[in-house]
């Protein structure tokens, strides 16, 4: 159907709603896996608030004549009420003309398609994998129809953002390739822009995601009916996109402090390290001091001037020795210069003391 036709009989419809212009209409219709059957009955679903009792009529009585050409006009009618219904969030009428034409429709290959659409607007998480079992057929039987590659790129971005399915590589670049598919096919289309929108959130990218988002609101019609409800959704999506980047930040932030906390408490970690490693050394002094003290005075007392003399050289330098000794087992290379010199002095007072041994015997 021309689209100029189209908005002639739209127009027409809208002026008289009787049932021999929505026949009219419906005969007139694409196939339904053409993406117009579905955009034509969205248009008519929002441009005439109470065409649900006229559809319904039509779907209960399809014209009597031509059977062959009855079912597809009664199909667009069963497929008209799902998106009047659903455009208007009464699922559970939704629901219900899914389940009473079920058996009537489901060999359409729009079929899977719509019952994806439902499920996706259940509210429910378990209905979500469902949905995307539904629109992965529709999506086998009409590859080429933008609001199928949709539909099958949103069911994935819903669970991805439910935490049913991991954000994985493989999922992500599933979505996009639905979505740019479906953009392809059909760019002028503003929900797949927000679609769009929340995929690129789920990646990180939130700048670029609420720029999506926007201008799914600029393409958007302000005259139809339902709006006020597509407005709102796109607002609680940029809401959910602020809050996810705010999300990210805080992460950010706080992985950054539990940095800073592990570093210091390393840090702290390492200090009292080496505050006990210098207490068992200055205690490892300490007792040696006072067995330096202790010997060198029971010894001195017995001894001549001169003979004390060398023998406190010698307690000196074995003090500082063992000294030495303990700072390497503590340390171990940490002070090697350090260490080196108390040794060479510790040497020196032995030679010191050998020295002035020998003057003395001269």
Do not use: W
Request: hydrophobic share 45%; with cysteine.
């Amino acid at each position: 159907m021309a689209k100029k036709l189209y908005e002639d009989m739209l127009f027409k419809m809208i002026a008289e709603k009787s049932r021999e212009r929505l026949l009219e209409f419906l005969a007139a219709l694409p196939p339904e896996t053409d993406r117009n059957f579905e955009l034509y009955l969205t248009k008519m679903a929002q441009k005439i608030p109470d065409i649900n009792g006229l559809l319904t009529e039509v779907l209960e009585k399809p014209p009597v004549t031509g059977e062959e050409k009855a079912d597809p006009i009664a199909f667009a009618c069963f497929f008209a009420l799902n998106i009047y219904y659903r455009h208007r969030r009464d699922i559970t009428k939704v629901h219900d003309i899914i389940e009473k034409y079920r058996h009537r429709f489901s060999h359409h290959p729009m079929f899977p398609h719509v019952v994806s659409l439902y499920y996706r607007s259940t509210g429910s998480i378990k209905d979500l994998k469902t949905a995307l079992d539904y629109a992965q057929q529709a999506a086998q039987l009409m590859p080429e129809n933008p609001g199928v590659q949709h539909s099958l790129a949103e069911a994935l971005i819903n669970l991805m953002d439910e935490g049913e399915i991991e954000k994985s590589e493989a999922n992500l670049n599933r979505a996009e390739e639905a979505i740019n598919k479906a953009i392809m096919l059909e760019a002028t289309y503003p929900k797949f822009y927000s679609t769009r929108g929340r995929l690129l959130a789920l990646k990180g990218m939130f700048k670029e995601a609420r720029e999506a988002v926007e201008q799914a609101i600029d393409m958007e019609d302000s005259t139809a009916h339902d709006y006020p409800i597509r407005y709102s959704g796109y607002q609680d999506i940029l809401g959910k996109i602020r809050q996810m980047e705010f999300s990210r930040q805080v992460d950010k932030k706080l992985a950054e402090a539990e940095g800073k906390i592990n570093k210091a408490r390393q840090e702290t970690e390492e200090q009292l390290k080496q505050f006990r490693v210098q207490n068992l050394e200055f205690l490892g002094l300490f007792a040696a001091i006072i067995s330096f003290t202790v010997g060198s005075i029971q010894f001195v007392s017995r001894l001549t001037f001169e003979q004390g003399v060398i023998l406190l050289l010698i307690f000196t330098g074995s003090l500082l020795y063992i000294y030495s000794g303990l700072s390497i087992v503590l340390h171990g290379r940490a002070y090697l210069s350090r260490t080196i010199i108390v040794l060479a002095l510790a040497l020196i007072l032995f030679f010191v003391s050998l020295a002035f041994k020998g003057v003395l015997v001269k």
